[in-house]
């Protein structure tokens, strides 16, 4: 494992349409984070899971968002009937235990 | 609640010369602090943590940062810096050993040559 691997990198959607991004965290972590990062703004968080319990969920995660971690392995993260508003950058990452958080590069998401 | 402020949206600095990223933040208890860096379009790399122990942090790439509990900050510091040091920089607290982190907004450092 180098590290924790987001797919795709870019996507562009049409209003409307559904989303499904992956997320395979470092494998011997427990803790799988999602967040959202706008142009200018610092990472806000989503979702947070140990092993495949999903533990808290941002008010920011609408019902339009879900995600799910199997296995307590790779997550994805859904967004459904995507809005303009939902362009950003998702960012995923994992630790173990209270060490610092592993960030994987990001999916850009464009809604046009 | 937790939170974190960084009051300069960027800071310029020539290269060689000290670098200071500030850092202030609110926890309701002992507090677990991060630094971040990002450069365009990646995700955020680990720069240094502050979990207990001593104030003063060293981490990678020759970057410290210093714990000061009175003034509730944790500002990042580089003695030389250098171009290649230009990027995002972002501050994060949590309030427990587990869970989510809250971000500052960022620090746009340019270092110039």
């Known amino acids: 494992d180098t590290g924790v691997s987001q797919d795709p990198r870019h996507k562009i959607t049409k209003r409307g349409q559904n989303v499904t991004f992956r997320c395979d965290p470092i494998?011997?972590?427990?803790?799988l984070y999602w967040y959202r990062q706008t142009l200018g703004q610092g990472p806000e968080f989503l979702t947070y899971?140990?092993?495949?319990?999903?533990?808290?969920k941002s008010r920011l995660l609408s019902d339009r968002f879900s995600a799910e971690r199997p296995k307590g392995s790779f997550s994805t993260l859904e967004i459904q009937r995507t809005e303009q508003g939902d362009s950003a950058m998702y960012l995923c990452?994992?630790?173990?235990?209270?060490?610092?958080?592993?960030f994987g590069s990001g999916t850009r998401l464009t809604v046009v | 609640a937790q939170s974190v402020a960084q009051p300069e949206d960027q800071v310029n600095v020539a290269e060689g010369n000290p670098l200071t990223v500030k850092c202030t933040y609110s926890?309701?208890?002992?507090?677990?602090l991060f630094w971040y860096v990002q450069y365009p379009n990646r995700g955020l790399q680990f720069l240094l943590k502050?979990?207990?122990?001593?104030?003063l942090v060293k981490g990678s790439y020759g970057f410290e940062a210093e714990f000061n509990k009175s003034q509730t900050s944790f500002h990042l510091k580089k003695p030389s810096a250098l171009v290649s040091d230009s990027a995002l920089y972002f501050c994060?607290?949590?309030?427990?050993?587990?869970?989510?982190?809250?971000f500052g907004a960022g620090t746009q450092v340019v270092v110039t040559p």
């Open positions: 899971f140990q092993n495949e319990a999903q533990l808290e």
């Open positions: 994060a607290v949590r309030e427990h050993s587990w869970g989510k982190l809250q």
């Open positions: 502050y979990i207990t122990g001593d104030n």
């Open positions: 494998s011997e972590h427990n803790r």
């Open positions: 926890v309701s208890g002992n507090p677990y």
């Open positions: 990452a994992s630790s173990f235990a209270d060490y610092g958080y592993t």
